[in-house]
């Protein structure tokens, strides 16, 4: 089974996420807050990381800050629910071919189905 990483900030959405990816023969790691998240960097075993790009700009002082970018830098970043005018990047990172972006409103299982 394929290990993704998902960074959702919606704390009540973490268990239907995680089924709805199992679906897909996705085994996730779903965080909701930043902290959680990069607790989760730590462990390099992931394949691609899902991001909701709302909860994204919330954290991302203290991803930058903590070197997100550079743990992510070997697997594909894949963006949901993008507002038309914020382009999300991950500093520290450089583009991965398989980064994707998926306009708002989108969520993570339509991501998982385009990818």
């Known amino acids: 089974m394929k290990k993704v990483l998902v960074l959702d900030d919606g704390r009540d959405r973490a268990a239907p ?11 996730a790691v779903v965080c909701a807050a930043s902290n959680d998240f990069m607790t989760a960097l730590c462990a390099p075993d992931f394949e691609a990381v899902y991001i909701n790009a709302e909860t994204w700009k919330k954290g991302r002082c203290i991803y930058e800050y903590f070197g997100a970018g550079s743990r992510l830098a070997s697997v594909p970043a894949i963006f949901y629910n993008v ?13 991965h071919d398989g980064d994707r972006f998926f306009a708002a409103p989108s969520d993570v299982e339509t991501a998982v189905e385009e990818t």
């Open 17 to 27: 996420i995680k089924d709805a990816l199992s679906k897909k023969k996705l085994d």
């Open 83 to 95: 507002d038309e005018k914020y382009k999300p990047g991950i500093a520290g990172r450089h583009p």
